[in-house]
């Protein structure tokens, strides 16, 4: 089974539903509207699909040979930059936006008033998707890029 084809198209899911959580935010915030089922739907899914995207990304870090990399020859990794993304960077900042959706869901959880949770919903969803965008490795980004779909 290939985990790195069903890893390249769910991004597409997380992106899409990060999207739909941040516009969502954004638009209740600023028009102070009641939280609504829907802006905890898409936040749910968001986190969903960044759990399954985590769960497949590290099946391709400890079985597609970048955790050896890391364990054999550190300085060599971090002096070449594609080896560098992948072994540290990559998954670094992937595991940092996949805490910020985890907490961020649980901020919202927690607070009462649905402007507040609106104004959580975009930080911590909105940062969490720029780290997201970041670290993806797309087909324009030298050393590291990666092509669109992937079959």
């Not at 069903?6 to 600023?30: E, Q, S």
């Not at 028009?31 to 829907?38: D, P």
């Not at 990399?69 to 936006?97: P, Q, S």
């Not at 969490?128 to 590291?144: K, M, N, Q, V």
């Amino acid at each position: 089974m290939n985990f790195l084809i069903y890893h390249n198209l769910l991004r597409w899911a997380v992106l899409l539903f990060g999207l739909w959580t941040v516009f969502n935010a954004i638009g209740g915030f600023f028009s102070k509207r009641e939280f609504s089922r829907q802006d905890n739907v898409s936040n749910l899914l968001f986190m969903i699909s960044c759990d399954i995207q985590l769960l497949l990304g590290l099946l391709l870090y400890f079985s597609n040979g970048w955790f050896g990399k890391l364990k054999g020859d550190m300085g060599a990794v971090m002096k070449n930059a594609g080896d560098r993304f992948f072994t540290v960077e990559h998954i670094f900042m992937m595991l940092t936006a996949w805490v910020l959706v985890h907490v961020g869901r649980l901020a919202i959880k927690r607070t009462a008033n649905d402007h507040i949770k609106h104004k959580r919903m975009l930080i911590y969803f909105g940062i969490a998707l720029l780290l997201i965008l970041a670290s993806i490795p797309w087909p324009f980004r030298a050393d590291i890029g990666r092509p669109w779909f992937r079959f």
